[in-house]
Structure formats: C-alpha cells, structure tokens
C-alpha cells in the first residue's frame, strides 16, 4: 500500500520550506544580473547553498525515491506527476556538501566573469553589442578579426573553471552510478539519450546538403564583399555561426547581377537591372526608428496576453556592469506572479526577436493555473517553454507580422516577401548545424573532461558540420567562451527540441484559428488552456500530444527547411 496521507503531507510541509528559499535564490540571480557586484555573487552561493540543504536529508531522499519507484500504484494522476516532480529536484541535488558547495562557487564565479568581461578591440573595452555591430556592418578584415577574438577572450579567463564543473558535475553523476554527467541530465530531463540520438542524427542528414548549397553561396557572396579567397569565422556576422539572418540578407537577390552572379531564378531576371548595386535585404532597417517595446505590447496584446506587468518589472536597456544577454526570470511561485525580462535592447532585428522570445517565456510562466500544487506550478520542460519563445521570436521576420503587426509599409514589404522567408529558412538550417556542434561537444567534454585536445576538438567539429574554417594555429578554449559549455549544461537539445515543438504547434494553431496566429485572440486563449495553464501536471511529451493533437513529430520542422 502506498502511503497517500504520508505523501501528501510530506509535499505541504517540503512546499512550506522550499518556496522562501526558490523565491530567494531567483532575487539573489536578478541582483547579480543586474549588478554584477561581488555582494550579489555571494548572496547567490548563499542561497544555492541553502537551496542545496533542502536535499541533503540522506533518509528523506529515500523515502522520496520509495514513492517515485511505486507511483504507478497512486490513484491521482495529479500526486503522482508531484512525486515525479519532487523526485527529480531531489535526484538532481543529490551529492557530498563539499561537491555541492564548489560548484555553486564556480558557477557564480564563471556568471560574474561572463557579465563583467569586455573584450578588447583597438585598446578599448568593447561591449557584446558592439561586437556584433562591427560584425554586421565593417569591411575591414583586420577590425572584424580583432572583434572575433575579443568575442572568444573570456574563454582563457573561464577555460580552468568549466573543467574543474565538468569533474565535479561527473562525480556526482559517478555517485549515482550514472556514465557521466551528460547521462545523468538527460534522465533527469526526462529525455531518453537513444531517441534524443536519432533526432539528432537524422537532423544532421536532413540539414547536410541544404546547409552546404547554403554556405557555399554565403562564400562565395562574402569573397567577393571581403576580396579574399578564404572565408574566415570573423567575415561570418554570428561570432559562433549560430545565425546567419545578415549574411544570408545580404546575399544579393537571384537574377541582380550582384556578387553572387549566375543564381538561378531566369524568371526573376527583371526585377533589378543588370550590374546594379548588390541589393541585400537589411533587416535592421524595418526596425531602426521603432518602438521595440511597444511592438512587443502589441503583439501579445493581439493574443490578447497582458504584458504590461512583466515590462514594468523588467530591465531591458543597457548600463554597465549588467548581464549583457537576454532572459527571464520568474521569482516565486506566489500569484499574481513576478516575472522579469533582462535584455540589452537596441533597435534592430536580433533584439527584436530577442524581445519576443523572452516575453513568449514570460507569458507562459505568468498564464500558469495558480489553483494548480506548488510543485507544479511551473513549465512543462524546459523545451515547453522554448517552443513557445522561439515561436514568438520567429515573428521578428515573418512578412506576416512585419506588415500588420510592425507595421512596415507594404510598398517597403513589396518583393521581399519571399526573400524573408528565404532568410528564415536559412537560419534554421544554420542552428541546426551549430546546436550539432553544441551536442557533440558536449557529450565529448563529460565524457572525459581531462582531455587535452578540447581546443581542437571543438575546432573539428565546427569545420566539420558548420564547414567554418580554423583560423591558421587556433588553439584557444573557443568552446569556453560558450556561456551555456559553463552554465547552462546540457541545455542545448532543448532548443532543438523547442523548434521542433514550435514548427508543430503553429502548424497547429493556423489550422485552430483558420489564419496567422498572431492575430488570433483566440490562438492566445488556445495556448494559455492547452499549454500555459496545465504547467507542470503532465511531461514535456505529453504536453506536446495535447497542445497539437499528435506526439512530437520532426517531420514538420524538417519540413520549414525545404
Ligand atoms: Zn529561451
């Protein structure tokens, strides 16, 4: 007989403990963000630690694990996710408090370097957004190299500190008679590491040819624009390639006479004379004298999801000393619920889709039912609520939305309609390659995170699947200066999951709503019942089958790379 009461209880008396210490570890990662300051870097190993304490009851672990080992006898399907839930947050803090504590010193450590650290460029302390300026607008070789190494710099400064994570993060996962860390997120995740393998592989031959048709035009478009016969990492504008939405803009249009020459599309031959000047598309252009924030009010406001009080409790401008990328947090899980953005805004593309992915996070934590158990009122996964934000990011260039939404006039839109969607394509198809890269990297680093050749392994990996070139002699930890290698481990199939999940539910919800989803009340009412309010009560799979009516299939995100 499994013991409902007991469990029950349990859980009240657990919840009653563990909310003031989430609530404060969440304030103490937003004052860090925020500030950067040595204080907020303790106070955050502070309440890590606390939040570790909650676990460390060696006999309550066990009863815990009891319970998850018989759920399949509890009647309510609603205790049982809970035991899950519970379960998995125990599982995930199991380990000696020396192990515990270090890593919580080196993660804080390695968030204070990655948000005080500035590159060099030309004697200068550059910020990223800088950085990326120089890689999307100057010609000049030499500048965009130096700002391609200033972007791999805090790799030396943080190199030591990952691979001392990676040994302690395996040790733990030793501990539980897991291969390595990699294995054990996985299944704490909920992932199963031979399907996750699969989708992979099979993304990798879906994306193999079109990926290099795609690159060899981006060579060929940036030789001629950088009068060089090799193309280098620091003429690509993503210092990682993990993008390629300017480049591939860029590229001049089919049929123009530009740099690319002999493009296919006779049918297009017309539409720009001959030997005119290279007409790339600049998507920054749509968003140079808007409104950033209030484009994002509006959107959701479509969808009729209010997101007022999240921008009133968000920092999204820039300011020295500040985490200079882009999340959301929420703090707590007491209703009316606190959720923040912190971005970087400026007025161009990225920042837009940036913007609107954030606020796709926001709004599915701020839409959870509240009546719901404390355990489970959170997201489904973390690939859940990736989906949503990366659906929502993807508005940033759909000519749909540019037009009624961004309100870009249709005369400027005439003509670009397919280019955009060209654009999309392409930047799918170049994520695809550079999560590969993640993946296979990361599974390598836990493997044996000893190893000497990291440095040439990333390298290896990048030639082979983005086809970028190694600089000549490169052997610097670039594979470091990856902000999730440090901090956000084993994260990244989640995005790949996430466009999966994305490509399926829009699918779905314009075939619900007959039309564009971002135009739909009813699309924002479908998303806050079938995916934002159900939270954590069922897994990601599950969420997944009820939000689109079938299991997750990559069919229709490989579908979008056609
Ligand atoms: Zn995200």
Same mark, same amino acid.
């Given at each position: ?63 815990? #694990? ?6 399949? =006898? %509890? /009647? $309510?399907?609603?205790?049982?996710? !809970? *035991? ?128 290099? #048709? ?6 060929? =478009? %940036? /030789? $001629?624009?950088?009068?060089?016969? !090799? *193309? ?331």
């Amino acid at each position: 007989m499994i013991p409902t009461t007991e469990i029950e209880n349990f859980i009240a008396s657990f919840e009653e403990r563990l909310a003031p210490v989430e609530k404060a570890s969440s304030e103490a990662w937003w004052r860090l963000a925020t500030t950067g300051t040595g204080e907020a870097q303790r106070e955050l190993v502070r309440t890590g630690m606390e939040y570790n304490r909650l676990f460390a009851d060696k006999g309550e672990y066990e009863l815990v #694990k009891g319970w998850y080992e018989g759920r399949w =006898d %509890l /009647e $309510s399907s609603l205790l049982r996710r !809970q *035991v899950e839930v519970l379960y998995k947050t125990f599982a995930d803090r199991q380990g000696d408090e020396e192990t515990l504590k270090r890593i919580e010193e080196l993660e804080a450590e390695a968030n204070a370097i990655y948000s005080n650290h500035r590159g060099v460029v030309a004697g200068r302390e550059t910020s990223e957004n800088e950085l990326r300026e120089v890689l999307h607008s100057s010609d000049d070789s030499a500048l965009r190299r130096e700002a391609w190494e200033a972007s791999k710099s805090v790799g030396r400064k943080v190199e030591g500190i990952v691979r001392e994570l990676a040994h302690l993060r395996n040790r733990l996962a030793r501990n539980m008679d897991y291969k390595d860390h990699y294995a054990r997120s996985l299944d704490l995740q909920e992932i199963d590491s031979a399907e996750l393998d699969r989708i992979m592989d099979n993304l990798g031959e879906a994306t193999g040819e079109p990926f290099r #048709k795609l690159k060899a035009r981006l060579d060929v =478009d %940036l /030789e $001629s624009k950088f009068g060089t016969d !090799q *193309v280098m990492p620091w003429h690509l504008s993503d210092p990682f390639f993990q993008s390629c939405k300017h480049d591939a803009a860029a590229l001049p249009l089919p049929g123009s006479g530009g740099r690319a020459g002999g493009a296919p599309g006779a049918g297009d031959g017309g539409l720009v004379e001959d030997g005119g000047a290279a007409t790339g598309l600049d998507l920054d252009r749509f968003f140079e004298i808007k409104d950033l924030e209030a484009l994002t009010r509006k959107t959701y406001d479509n969808l009729g999801l209010e997101v007022r009080d999240v921008i009133a409790r968000s920092d999204l401008y820039e300011r020295a000393g500040k985490d200079q990328h882009a999340f959301c947090l929420r703090v707590g899980r007491s209703y009316p619920y606190d959720v923040r953005v912190l971005a970087n805004v400026r007025h161009d593309s990225y920042w837009m889709d940036t913007l609107l992915h954030e606020f796709g996070h926001a709004v599915y934590d701020k839409n959870i039912n509240p009546s719901l158990p404390y355990l489970l009122r959170t997201i489904a996964h973390i690939n859940s609520t990736e989906a949503i934000a990366l659906m929502m990011g993807g508005l940033a260039d759909d000519p749909g939305w540019l037009s009624s939404v961004a309100g870009v006039p249709k005369d400027e839109l005439e003509g670009t309609r397919e280019r955009l969607l060209q654009i999309s394509r392409a930047d799918r198809l170049v994520f695809v390659r550079w999560a590969l890269v993640m993946y296979h990297f990361e599974k390598s680093l836990y493997e044996d995170p000893d190893r000497e050749d990291l440095n040439s392994l990333w390298w290896d990996l990048v030639e082979r699947i983005q086809l970028v070139n190694r600089p000549p002699d490169r052997n610097e930890p670039d594979w470091a200066a990856k902000l999730h290698v440090a901090l956000a481990p084993v994260y990244y199939h989640n995005y790949v999951l996430g466009h999966l999940t994305a490509a399926q539910l829009r699918r779905h919800l314009e075939a619900v709503v007959g039309g564009p989803f971002y135009e739909s009340e009813i699309a924002g009412r479908y998303l806050q019942e079938a995916v934002f309010g159900p939270g954590a009560r069922d897994d990601w799979r599950t969420t997944v089958l009820r939000a689109t009516g079938e299991e997750l299939n990559p069919a229709y995100f490989v579908e979008t790379l056609q």
